[in-house]
């Protein structure tokens, strides 16, 4: 017979959290090597090839100044991609059931859905970063707040993508958020560009983008150099945590498309 | 009754476009005990289960198990129930030891090697351990279920249609099953519609339709109260009439008075006896039958007795 804590079910959370690590190992080819394989890509086309007949932004070489940018792309993409399919092929196949009369509520499914998610994108990120040093000549101004952002941002889209997968109620839309909406804003985020560089009024209109804020809040983790205040850089990931937590901590206690 | 392990009073669901799926259900059930819940598609049964296990709120109603409010205390009471869900859903790439490993440590037990062995010994799952569930057969899926169903040692188990698509050997087979959790001391409750699961394995039934419980009763009881014997005789020569010396008998003349037609009894063996009285009678009477035609009432015919109103 269980004994569980009626607090906190720390063996369901665990349970949940590895499962969903050992998901990504089955489909370690598409988890890592497809992330990699396209990071690659970029720094061969933007970083060698393209970037050899760029002028450095800022001081830093063209190369190393997109690092920053395709990290938070594939962070992104990655950290949204897993949690949202984490917590939608339950639903798609029936077995949220079993999560439903488990002894687990909303910390226990986030710790175990949204930390594997996280934690997926994290030994990502260690690869891309690992993959750019082939390429180009980088370096990690404060590798301790990098670190600790790279973990904000991670978990940040981890639960926005645990709340598409919940939203979601075909494949379709499940895929529409991040292809027609955070892929194009990642792009003209400043992903490959210092938005100094960018003409008026383009460059204002590029301000009400917060992924602005986010590429250059780690380009600053990097570089120690912004186009914007990074506190509000800092400000808008942990204001965009707060709100999807929330979010889901009204999913939970309502039961939404999770209960009927 | 012993110990009530569930205590459900005035559960009523009510889904968004308005169909009421449960109005008002009181049910206890109690320690130990095996009940049978029947019902028609759509009478509310994967609605009650889907209340209790967490799967469907309520609309009203409170659910007490295990002597708590289940809507404060729902992880504790949780780690204690079990649910074996009517689809086969799992995780078909999974394997099966790795599946039911999961389910132990979802609901918060330790990892324990030596007992997920044990159940996949006892439902015969030891040899496909290794094998993804995707490969295995549609009753073994069934089985790989209950296994997760068992993996947490609940102490109340929910089996909803546990032996649907099931072939006869394996239904048998599930029965004994269930038969050892009783002597464990888990309380089961199941839906089903092979009544012959009901007769066979439960000590009380609850019958509902259209998300009332109509009954609900000690299964021996309940035969005894609604049980039918009938029984046709068919008469050498025709009658006219009821003859004087039988017309105490619960009996009618049918098909131009060539068949006797007796209907009574109470399903303890009164119906069969006063058969037997009937048959002395009419040869005492020198009234020639060619043959009977006799038959006891199941629960099958009291369940659908009640679900069409007839009794």
């Given at each position: 017979m269980s004994m569980v804590n009626p607090g906190f079910n720390a063996r369901g959370a665990w349970a949940i959290y590895v499962r969903e690590l050992m998901r990504a190992m089955r489909t370690a080819f598409?988890?890592?090597v497809a992330p990699v394989l396209t990071t690659s890509l970029y720094f061969i086309v933007f970083g060698s090839a393209i970037g050899s007949r760029m002028q450095a932004v800022g001081g830093v070489d063209y190369g190393a100044f997109i690092v920053p940018g395709l990290l938070l792309l594939t962070l992104l993409s990655e950290s949204t991609s897993n949690a949202s399919f984490g917590i939608y092929m339950?639903?798609?196949?029936?077995?949220?059931?079993?999560l439903l009369s488990a002894p687990v509520g909303v910390v226990e499914t986030l710790v175990g859905f949204v930390g594997a998610a996280a934690t997926k994108s994290l030994i990502l990120a260690g690869i891309i970063l690992l993959t750019a040093t082939f390429f180009v000549d980088y370096h990690i101004a404060h590798p301790i707040l990098a670190i600790g952002y790279i973990m904000l941002v991670a978990s940040a889209f981890s639960l926005f993508g645990f709340i598409l997968g919940i939203w979601a109620d075909n494949f379709e839309k499940l895929g529409i958020i991040p292809v027609l909406i955070l892929t194009p804003l990642t792009f003209l985020g400043g992903t490959f560009y210092s938005i100094s560089m960018l003409p008026e009024p383009w460059r204002s209109l590029a301000l009400v983008n917060p992924i602005v804020y986010l590429v250059n809040g780690l380009r600053w983790t990097f570089y120690g150099s912004s186009d914007v205040n990074i506190w509000i850089s800092f400000g808008l990931t942990m204001g965009f945590l707060l709100i999807c937590t929330l979010v889901i901590s009204f999913i939970f206690r309502t039961g939404w498309r999770l209960r009927t | 009754m012993s110990e009530p392990i569930l205590e459900?009073?005035?559960?009523?669901?009510v889904y968004a476009g308005g169909f009421k799926a449960l109005e008002s259900v009181d049910l206890t059930i109690a320690k130990g005990e095996i009940f049978a819940l029947l019902g028609p598609n759509g009478a509310g049964k994967t609605t009650l289960i889907g209340a209790v296990c967490g799967m469907v709120r309520p609309t009203s109603g409170t659910i007490r198990a295990f002597g708590n409010d289940l809507a404060h205390n729902w992880r504790s009471a949780r780690a204690r129930i079990g649910l074996v869900p009517q689809e086969l859903s799992t995780d078909m790439f999974e394997t099966v030891r790795r599946a039911v490993t999961f389910s132990r440590g979802l609901f918060g037990c330790p990892n324990d090697p030596a007992r997920i062995e044990e159940i996949l010994r006892s439902l015969?799952?030891?040899?496909?351990?290794?094998?993804?569930?995707r490969m295995l057969s549609g009753g073994m899926k069934r089985r790989v279920l209950i296994a997760k169903a068992l993996a947490h040692d609940p102490e109340l188990l929910f089996l909803d249609e546990p032996t649907a698509g099931v072939d006869v050997e394996l239904r048998r087979d599930m029965w004994r099953q269930i038969d050892k959790l009783r002597d464990q001391g888990v309380t089961v409750i199941l839906t089903t519609h092979y009544i012959e699961e009901a007769e066979e394995m439960a000590d009380r039934v609850g019958v509902i339709r259209d998300g009332k419980l109509l009954m609900v009763d000690d299964k021996d009881a309940m035969m005894a109260r609604l049980g039918r014997t009938e029984a046709h005789i068919t008469l050498a020569a025709p009658l006219a009439e009821i003859p004087p010396a039988i017309a105490a008998f619960p009996v009618h003349l049918a098909k131009d008075g060539t068949e006797l037609c007796y209907r009574g009894g109470d399903g303890t063996g009164l119906g069969k006896r006063e058969v037997a009285d009937l048959t002395k009678m009419l040869t005492a009477q020198g009234i020639d039958y060619i043959g009977i035609d006799i038959h006891e009432s199941s629960l099958e015919d009291i369940f659908v007795g009640l679900v069409e109103d007839r009794v």
């Open positions: 598409q988890s890592l339950p639903r798609f196949t029936g077995t949220i059931y079993e | 459900i009073s005035g559960l009523t669901k015969s799952l030891w040899d496909k351990r290794d094998a993804q569930i």
